[in-house]
């Protein structure tokens, strides 16, 4: 049973830098696409951001592309991180972080941009930018 911790949340101003983390717990799950998620007030839920954990290719959305960096750090429980750098109010949000349900594979990159396609989920992170 696996589950997903995410930490690092917090105030920041707009311009600053926030790193977000990921941990997962037990063992006995096979997707192989992690992802962030976000979700702002009356808002659905968004992608921004995946990490395929076979070769470590990435996907961002088009609103923090350039601006924020997912990576996995293999040396400490396969961490997941978001390096938020030069963020904006508009993306204070709850972020959260999960796991695929299924693997993917394929030359095109594979993971899903589905809420739906990930089954195990954190509870959340709080990010305000101001």
């Known amino acids: 049973h696996v589950q997903l911790v995410e930490s690092g949340g917090g105030s920041v101003q707009a311009g600053g830098s926030l790193r977000l983390s990921c941990v997962p717990s037990?063992?006995?799950?096979?997707?192989?696409?992690m992802a962030w998620f976000r979700q702002a007030p009356g808002k659905e839920r968004e992608e921004v951001s995946s990490?395929?954990?076979?070769?470590?290719?990435?996907?961002y959305a088009d609103s923090v592309k350039g601006r924020f960096t997912v990576s996995q750090d293999n040396t400490k429980s396969n961490t997941l991180h978001l390096q938020m750098d030069g963020p904006k109010p508009e993306d204070t949000a709850v972020y959260y972080c999960?796991?695929?349900?299924?693997?993917?594979?394929?030359?095109?990159?594979?993971?899903?941009?589905?809420?739906?396609?990930?089954?195990?989920w954190g509870r959340g992170t709080q990010v305000t930018v101001s």
């Open positions: 999960a796991r695929s349900r299924n693997r993917y594979g394929g030359l095109r990159y594979p993971c899903p941009s589905a809420s739906s396609a990930y089954s195990v």
């Open positions: 037990g063992i006995g799950y096979s997707g192989n696409c």
């Open positions: 990490i395929y954990l076979d070769d470590g290719r990435t996907y």
